[in-house]
């Protein structure tokens, strides 16, 4: 893994390491059709405008993506890109040929 594709999974996983930023995450995967700010507030007990920080910081690493009609956006999971980078990571966690000490960053 070169320093390109470290620095991202590190971003990628620093925007999933914030507790109401996971919670959001944790929202979307049930939903099945796209929410907006407002219906995502009760997951974290935050308001409005703290939620759509927290959406824009997901929407930045391709977590989530959105469509906007108007002035409201609505948001869903990025699910193929999600499971493509955890699966990525657990592969290389996994990789028993893996040499110790020895990474390309």
Known sequence: MNAAETQKTADFLKALGEFNRLSLVYELCRCESSQNAMCLCECCSVDASVVSRHLKVLAERDIVTFDKVGRE?????????????????????????????????
Do not use: P, S
């Open 73 to 105: 956006k609505t948001y869903r999971l990025n699910r193929n890109e999600v499971a493509t980078q955890l699966r990525e990571l657990a592969d290389l966690i996994e990789n028993k040929d893996c040499k110790r000490g020895h990474h390309d960053v």
